[in-house]
């Protein structure tokens, strides 16, 4: 093993997480969990896990499920739309495949909702493959490690296979679920994105970036700014349209096929809502609508009826 796996896997076996979704290979538990933890605290989705696995214990169960109620079952995890991917994922499987997920990456990126990074995680931890699965976590303990400095800009083309290819090369035989694992407590925990802690880190005698960042924080350190999002304010704060969004589907979850004034309905989704607020309103239901999330339909165009897409 190379030196950065070994010591890796030796603060992991002392540090780890306990987390429902590393007490099992299933595939299908393995395939859930991922979708779940996409942009989402880990925290927040052990709260769900369980509950969500009560509900539809196997993969054909999540597939003979409606749409509306895998969305409603994922209420508290925010990105609805994963639902639906998640959905369109296990159908896909079970329809065409007979219920059994893919091991290997070529295959996994084929269906819904898979890209590189989930290809290699399924293949990585359920299947314990050599399969790289590089996330924000990963990218940036390798570029520090190696470089000795945080990514400054998105990657191209060819550094990013150079990348993927370093963390193959690193990979302990037989150990891809762990080293992976480890990886990502090591991120979260160690190698945090702001302030990490290089003075007590196992690999500080082989780490590039150590030195540098006792010396010079302020110029190995980079924090990519985060992407303006769209929104608008409320009582005097900026609110992402994707809150607002998130409070629509949570309003339908409780209040499906019921008629409710557009006066009712927008001071629940917005707290300082006022009729110069309703075509915003409007065209975010028509944003829902569209992700096949939720339909809605107005009365006398004065009321609105929200329901889930079939």
């Known amino acids: 093993m190379s030196i950065l796996s070994t010591a890796l896997l030796e603060w992991y076996s002392v540090n780890k997480r306990d987390l429902p979704w590393r007490r099992t290979t299933d595939p299908y538990h393995v395939v859930v969990s991922e979708f779940m933890l996409q942009q989402t605290q880990v925290s927040r989705v052990v709260e769900k896990y369980h509950e969500f696995f009560l ?7 999540l597939a003979a499920a409606s749409p509306a109620e895998v969305i409603k079952a994922w209420s508290g995890l925010g990105y609805n739309r994963r639902a639906l991917l998640l959905h369109r994922f296990v159908r896909e499987v ?16 084929l269906l819904p909702g898979v890209g590189s990074y989930m290809a290699g995680s399924i293949a990585s931890f359920a299947f314990n493959l050599p399969e790289p699965a590089v996330d924000v976590n990963v990218r940036r303990i390798f570029y520090r490690y190696v470089h000795g400095k945080d990514q400054g800009k998105p990657l191209g083309r060819k550094e990013e296979e150079q990348l993927w290819t370093l963390v193959r090369g690193n990979i302990p035989k037989l150990k891809s679920s762990d080293f992976h694992n480890a990886l990502m407590d090591f991120g979260s925990l160690v ?31 980079y924090v990519m700014e985060k992407r303006q999002e769209k929104g608008m304010m409320e ?15 949570e309003f339908a979850r409780q209040n499906e096929h019921r008629s409710f004034s557009f006066a009712v309905f927008g001071k629940v989704i917005k707290k300082d809502y006022t009729n110069c607020d309703r075509e ?3 065209l975010l239901c028509k944003t829902l609508q569209e992700d096949h999330l939720l339909t809605f339909s107005l009365e006398n165009n004065d009321s609105i009826i929200l329901r889930f897409s079939p």
């Open 280 to 282: 915003w309103l409007l």
């Open 235 to 249: 009582n005097g704060k900026f609110v992402p349209n994707r809150i607002f969004r998130g409070r629509i589907v």
């Open 191 to 221: 190698c945090t994105r702001d302030s990490p802690s290089c003075a007590s880190c196992p690999l500080r005698s082989s780490c590039s970036f150590v030195s540098l960042y006792e010396a010079q924080k302020e110029k190995v350190l």
């Open 94 to 109: 079970v329809e065409k495949r007979g219920g059994v997920i893919p091991s290997v990456p070529e295959e996994l990126i």
């Open 55 to 61: 509900l539809f214990p196997t993969i054909q169960s």
